[in-house]
């Protein structure tokens, strides 16, 4: 294994991303992990390094964090991303994409932001039959777990879609 990606002359123990951790760094990522608790999805790399070299917890970014995992994002340059090389912050994950304009029919795979852009999900299904039915696959914030729910009520029909 190579050395250790913040420790140079360290000797890497784990594999994490694109790179390897120290015997320092994966005690200090496990820990900063095990702050979240059961049943965060992703908590393996729910955290990332500060420039002072702490590793620490995604809290506030978990929805997103999730989403980049969940729709295979890449980070582009300049992005701040987790420990295993994602996108975590919700406008690195939306350069990506565009606003859908205001009309044009919602299809699967497009994503979905709340209006206060705490909260994202990706659409996984679009049924046309009777009105417009839109399942969104998101993570639950409370609950910390995937769920899929219709936008209009579970979100009451609010939010913005990209694609």
Do not use: K
């Not at 929805?63 to 995992?69: G, K, V, Y």
Request: charged share 25%; with cysteine; aromatic share 6%.
């Amino acid at each position: 294994m190579n050395d250790c990606a913040y420790h140079r002359g360290r000797a890497g123990v784990e594999r994490l991303g694109g790179g390897a951790l120290c015997d320092e760094c994966a005690r200090a990522r496990a820990q900063a992990v095990r702050s979240l608790g059961p049943g965060v999805p992703r908590a393996e790399c729910c955290v990332t390094r500060s420039a002072a070299g702490e590793w620490t917890p995604l809290r506030e970014h978990a929805a997103s964090h999730w989403l980049s995992h969940e729709i295979g994002a890449r980070a582009l340059p300049g992005a701040d991303t987790c420990a295993g090389g994602a996108p975590f912050r919700l406008h690195d994950l939306l350069r990506q994409r565009r606003p859908l304009p205001a009309g044009t029919p919602v299809a699967s795979g497009d994503l979905w932001v709340d209006l206060d852009r705490s909260h994202a999900g990706r659409v996984v299904g679009v049924d046309r039959r009777d009105g417009v039915r839109v399942l969104i696959r998101h993570l639950c914030p409370v609950a910390g777990s995937v769920t899929v729910d219709d936008f209009h009520e579970r979100f009451a029909g609010r939010g913005e879609f990209f694609r």
